[in-house]
Nanobody, 114 residues
Framework: QVQLVESGGGSVQSGGSLRLSCTAS????????MRWYRQVPGKEREVIAT????????NVEETVMDRFGISRDDNKNTVYLQMNRLKPEDTARYYC???????WGQGIQVTVVS
């Protein structure tokens, strides 16, 4: 069955960096666009970054595009979210998703302390 498992979250000081990983199984990862989302309590889940099949296209939301980056390694069935110069407002639960599907990871908490 399809599984998406996030890792790499945790608590970090403001200005620090984290790299989130999402490892997929149960489908041909290389054939699918992937996305990262984040959600804070009381707010809707928002898309942060998208990476196309073959890494031909990447999009990072304007609010974080100067600090975050998305990449993929199809040999490892993994999509990454590199987060630099983290701010307290980046505190959220981060999810990966196979685009246009109901397949989500369980999410991973990122907490940025000032």
């Amino acid at each position: 069955q399809v599984q998406l498992v996030e890792s790499g979250g945790g608590s970090v000081q403001s200005g620090g960096s984290l790299r989130l990983s999402c490892t997929a199984s149960g489908f041909k990862f290389a054939n699918y666009e992937m996305r990262w989302y984040r959600q804070v309590p009381g707010k809707e889940r928002e898309v942060i970054a998208t990476i196309s099949v073959g890494d031909h296209f990447r999009n990072v939301e304007e609010t974080v595009m100067d600090r975050f980056g998305i990449s993929r390694d199809d040999n490892k069935n993994t999509v990454y979210l590199q987060m630099n110069r983290l701010k307290p407002e980046d505190t959220a639960r981060y999810y990966c998703r196979r685009s246009e599907s109901d397949f989500w990871g369980q999410g991973i908490q990122v907490t940025v302390v000032s």
